[in-house]
Each structure stands twice: as C-alpha cells, then as structure tokens.
C-alpha cells in the first residue's frame, strides 16, 4: 500500500505482512477497466467476507446500479495456488472491506442473469476514499499506487473508462493531461514538500492516462521524464509513449530499451510496450541486442508473502525479449 514518510506519502510496491497461502494473478488495471459495466463512487453498508452492501454516492460511466449495490466476488485475479488449514481454505481472496460509512470507487462487472456485481480480484476494481478527500488510486497495477485528491480521480478514471468502451470523454482530462506534464519531473525524496509530493502523483496520473487513452503527447514533453532518475516515472513515461506516431515511438522505445543507463524494469516494461504495439519492424535490432542484454532478475517489486507474487511478469530483460521474439516467429 502507501507508505508514509515524513510530510509525503510516496508511491511505493505494496507489501503484505502476513503469509498468503493463495496467490493469484493480478490484473493490469487496463483489463480491469475494459471488463467492467459501471463505475462509480459508492459506501459500505454493511460487510462480510463473502457479502458487501453498498450505496451508491454518484454514478460516474457505465450501467447504472440503482441505488444499492451488492458485492460477490471476483471476475478475474486467475488463482495460481490455494491451501487450506484443517479443511478451511486460508481466506485471503476474501471480501475484505472496512466497515460502514467507508466510500469506494468501484469498477463493477454484473452477475449474468443476477442482481449481484463483482470486482475484478481482492486487490484490484476499488479505491478507496481516505480522510481529506485523497484516494488510494490505481493507474498501472494496484501494486503501484498513488495517492491523488478525488476531483483528479474521477476526472481521469471516468475518461479512462468511457475511451476504453468506445466512448469520448471530457476535453478537460487532456488539458489536466498538458499542465501536469508542462512542469519539470516532479522530485520524490524523503525530503519533498507536499506540493512537489503532489506534483509526481499528478503527473503520474496524467502520463498513465495518456497510456490508457491513447492521447498523444509530444516527444519533447515525454522525454524529459523518461530521462528522469524516478523508476516509476521512468515507467509511466515508456507506458504514455505508446500513443506516439509508430515511427517515432519505436526508435524512442528501442532506444530506452538499449540504454543501460534506464531503471531494468522500466526497460522490460518497453519490452512490453514494444509487444501491445506489434513493432515487428525492430525485430532484427532485438535479435542483434539479446545477446547483450541483461539476465538481472526483475519484478514488479511484489513481496514473496503478498498474494499477487502469482502476477506474471518476465524474470529479465533478456526474457523479455526472448519470449517476444518467439512470438514473432
């Protein structure tokens, strides 16, 4: 989750403190968004671990839920191992949210032929409000979070989620999208201000949503942060040039790929970007790198106790592109 240091709150990998004996597969937040019905904002009624009733506070895309909302399972989050002591399975994929009068946005997907919803699996498909009106807020994958006021989340996710099933959105999103990423790459340290703390979870937000919309932005803007020392804005960055142009964006991708200067798992990730792309045009510049490439271990920073290490995720950058490369063939 989010771990606060003095006077920020960083955006760090999620860490759990308890052994997990189920694990799962955790859904990038992509999927979660296209295999959803509704979105919306909504408050625990009442809770259990296989039941959660809510209200609903304000429909923001998609179905409409009506007034209550009641909440089953999962859709996704496909389970890699289950173990149980003395017959009763461990309980980690359970319901567990906080109790009522708790607010959540929730990307819902409706039981066919029930008046039941689900989410997408116990750690992905919610939000959850805090005091201050921030949100524990998901851009990527819900092991890297951020926390961005509620006007900031509702502004993109209801864009992402109406450009993910073909819809248009608010032109305010792309003007939120160029003044956030108009300002210099945004300092993260232990000694950051509030406002600079601020800034990089904006600008995160606003570069994942370019990812996620397909809103180009220049290559002289997004350089600038991929040329930044942060992984995750290193991450963001590689993820947003997807919308670019194909020429330009695979010369940009190939080259942060090669350069062993980049975060390694900023460099898999262009991998990945280079695969949704279907860049085959590099194929003879990734066969001539792989010989070079880094065998270093990776990951997406999953602890070994968390439940999602059954996320799947290349072990190197060399893996990376060899696995790539047998695809093409």
Known sequence: ???KLPGIVLLILALCTSLSAETW???WHRDVVEKSDAFGLYEVVRTSPTRVVFKEVRHLA????GPNVELTGYYSGNVVSTSTVNGVRTGESSLSFKGPGTRYYLFLKKVSGSTTWVIASPTSGFAEVQPGDKVIS??????HQALVDSGTYELAQTCIF?????QECSPDVYSFIQTQLAAAPAAMS???SAEEADLFFKQHAALETTYLTGYAVEPEILSKFLEDSVFHTQISAVRALRALASKERNAMLMSFVTNDSRNILARVVAVQMIRETGARELKDQIIAYVPKASSTPVGLGIAIMDPRIGTRFPASLKSALEELIAEWK
Do not use: W, Y
Not at 138 to 143: L, M, N
């Open 190 to 192: 232990n000694n950051a």
């Open 25 to 27: 597969d955790e859904p």
């Open 62 to 65: 998609g179905l409409q839920t």
């Open 162 to 166: 109406r450009k993910l099933h073909g």
């Open 138 to 143: 998901t851009f990527r994958i819900s092991v």
């Open 1 to 3: 989750m989010l771990k």
